[in-house]
Structure formats: structure tokens, C-alpha cells
């Protein structure tokens, strides 16, 4: 059997493998394997055609691994704005209680409310930055 359909195979096998399982790096490694089979296909040595595949493969896997770090969401649903439309709107804090809630009026309804760690606690316009349930986790507008 030449070189190049034993690449093919392993290609298939991966690309196989991915659908059975939905993990995309095994795509990206038979990515490289096609690359292997294409440089058996050009006559170059086994030696080449091993790096040819692993040098793509490689390449593929870290291209995608960066595309998805960059493209998926860096917070958690509860503070990620495309999950929770709340995120961002602005509600008016009159008072602080002493365990260092508050109520706020939002959407017609009363809500609980803490600031987010480390924020101070004042009067005054504040950003909703994330959703825990009922309660609202606020941070102070800057004016």
C-alpha cells in the first residue's frame, strides 16, 4: 500500500472520529495528516512527510485554539451581556442598607442589589454588570 493512502486513511479515521465525538481539534490534526498524504503524493521522504504533517497539524490546532479564545465569551453567563439583556442598563440607588444591600426599581419591579467587590457604596446612578438570580450586581456610573 503507497504512503499516501495510508495518510488518507488516518485522515478519515480523524475526520470519522470528529464526527462521532464533535471535537474539533481532531479536524484541525487531520488537517495535518492531508498535508502528510500530499507530501507523499509530491515523492518526498517518509522524514518529511511526518514533519509536513505534524508542522500543519500543530499550526492548525494552535490557529484554532487561539480563533476560539478570542471568539468565545470571556465571562460567565451571568455577566455576559449577549446572555443577559440587563446587563449594562442603569438603575438609581437612593439609599444602602446597613448589611450593604439595596432595593432598586427595575423594569416595574423591586430588586436586590449589591455592588460589585471592591466598588464603593454611595448614592447615585449605577450599572448593572451581572445577574445572580434576583439580585443585581451593580457598579457606580461614571459621570
Same mark, same amino acid.
Given at each position: 500500500?503507497?504512503?499516501? &493512502?495510508?495518510?488518507? #486513511?488516518? &485522515? $478519515?479515521?480523524?475526520?470519522?472520529?470528529?464526527?462521532?465525538?464533535?471535537?474539533?481539534?481532531?479536524?484541525?490534526?487531520?488537517?495535518?495528516?492531508?498535508?502528510? /498524504?500530499?507530501?507523499?503524493?509530491?515523492?518526498?521522504?517518509? /522524514?518529511?512527510? #511526518?514533519? /509536513?504533517?505534524? *508542522? *500543519?497539524?500543530? @499550526?492548525?490546532?494552535?490557529?484554532?485554539?487561539?480563533?476560539?479564545?478570542?471568539?468565545?465569551?470571556?465571562?460567565?453567563?451571568?455577566? =455576559?451581556? %449577549?446572555? =443577559?439583556? %440587563?446587563?449594562? !442598563?442603569?438603575?438609581?440607588?437612593?439609599?444602602?442598607?446597613?448589611?450593604?444591600?439595596? +432595593?432598586?426599581?427595575? +423594569? $416595574?419591579?423591586?430588586?436586590?442589589?449589591?455592588?460589585?467587590?471592591? /466598588?464603593?457604596?454611595?448614592? @447615585?446612578?449605577?450599572?448593572?454588570?451581572?445577574?445572580?438570580?434576583?439580585?443585581?450586581?451593580?457598579?457606580?456610573? !461614571?459621570?
Amino acid at each position: 500500500m503507497a504512503d499516501s &493512502t495510508l495518510w488518507w #486513511l488516518a &485522515t $478519515g479515521t480523524l475526520v470519522i472520529a470528529e464526527l462521532l465525538t464533535g471535537t474539533f481539534y481532531l479536524l484541525m490534526l487531520s488537517i495535518g495528516m492531508a498535508a502528510g /498524504a500530499l507530501a507523499a503524493h509530491a515523492g518526498l521522504s517518509m /522524514a518529511v512527510q #511526518l514533519v /509536513a504533517a505534524a *508542522v *500543519v497539524a500543530s @499550526g492548525a490546532v494552535l490557529a484554532w485554539h487561539l480563533l476560539r479564545q478570542r471568539l468565545s465569551p470571556t465571562s460567565q453567563a451571568s455577566a =455576559n451581556p %449577549d446572555v =443577559n439583556l %440587563d446587563i449594562g !442598563e442603569v438603575v438609581q440607588v437612593d439609599a444602602w442598607l446597613p448589611d450593604g444591600s439595596t +432595593r432598586v426599581k427595575y +423594569r $416595574g419591579a423591586q430588586w436586590a442589589a449589591v455592588p460589585r467587590a471592591g /466598588a464603593p457604596a454611595g448614592p @447615585g446612578a449605577y450599572r448593572i454588570v451581572e445577574v445572580h438570580g434576583s439580585q443585581l450586581i451593580i457598579e457606580k456610573t !461614571e459621570n
